[in-house]
């Protein structure tokens, strides 16, 4: 099975911060990787598919890079409804699996 | 509007049977294969089976291998998820998601509401 392991798990930031959370393969991908935004008691919403294109109506804040092992979501600049949990997940075979959530919280 | 309704959670002691469901709409269901991802309580995501648009192929997870059966009816747009013989780490809020294309990306757009299935005596 793929592992996917991401970093940090947590991470406090302020508005307008540029944020970086980075997602690492246990083996190559590709660019089958999607980041998805989960709030709390909410279901999970897809950002980013194929590594770095942008779901329609996801804000272009929203970044995403990478190919093979070592990919990248990147918010330009942080706004109060971005404050949540993200997790990536590869979909190059099953089975699928997610990276372990990294909890974006205000300072 | 792509929506998806799942149902069926609850409270079922150990070794128990539950079935799920997820009513579709808003696309073409039998275009698209679907998936179920389940979280435990303050825990991740994690994968439970997906199913192609035809019904033809299923994956599962290794965890829940030969205990839990995903099927769907094409004729009733809805997807299903047979859990049988549960244990407690099967506690968790199960979602019901929908391929982003058609066919099968395992990228997952949108999810259900979710329902929330406890095992416990």
């Known amino acids: 099975d793929i592992q996917m392991t991401q970093s940090p798990s947590s991470l406090s930031a302020s508005v307008e911060d540029r944020v970086t959370i980075t997602c690492r393969a246990s083996?190559?991908?590709?660019?089958?990787l999607a980041w998805y935004q989960q709030k709390p008691g909410k279901a999970p919403k897809l950002l980013i598919y194929?590594?770095?294109s942008l779901q329609s109506g996801v804000p272009s804040r929203f970044s995403g890079s990478g190919s093979g092992t070592d990919f990248t979501l990147t918010i330009s600049s942080l706004q109060p409804e971005d404050f949540a949990t993200y997790y990536c997940?590869?979909?190059?075979?099953?089975?699928?699996?997610f990276g372990g959530g990294t909890k974006v919280e205000i300072k | 509007e792509v929506q998806l309704v799942e149902s069926g959670g609850g409270l079922v002691q150990p070794g128990g049977a539950l079935r799920l469901s997820c009513v579709a709409s808003g696309f073409t269901f039998n275009n698209y294969a679907m998936s179920w991802v389940r979280q435990a309580p303050g825990r991740g995501l994690e994968w439970v089976s997906s199913?192609?648009?035809?019904?033809?192929?299923?994956y599962y997870a290794d965890s829940v291998r030969d205990r839990l059966t995903i099927s769907r009816d094409n004729s009733k747009n809805t997807l299903y998820l047979q859990m049988n013989s549960l244990r407690a780490e099967d506690t968790a809020v199960y979602y019901c998601?929908?391929?982003?294309?058609?066919?099968?990306?395992?990228?997952?757009?949108?999810w259900g509401q979710g329902t929330l299935v406890t095992v416990s005596s």
């Open positions: 997940q590869q979909a190059a075979t099953f089975p699928l699996t």
């Open positions: 083996q190559g991908i590709s660019s089958w």
């Open positions: 194929g590594a770095s």
């Open positions: 199913i192609s648009g035809s019904g033809g192929s299923a």
């Open positions: 998601a929908k391929d982003l294309r058609p066919g099968t990306t395992g990228w997952f757009d949108p």
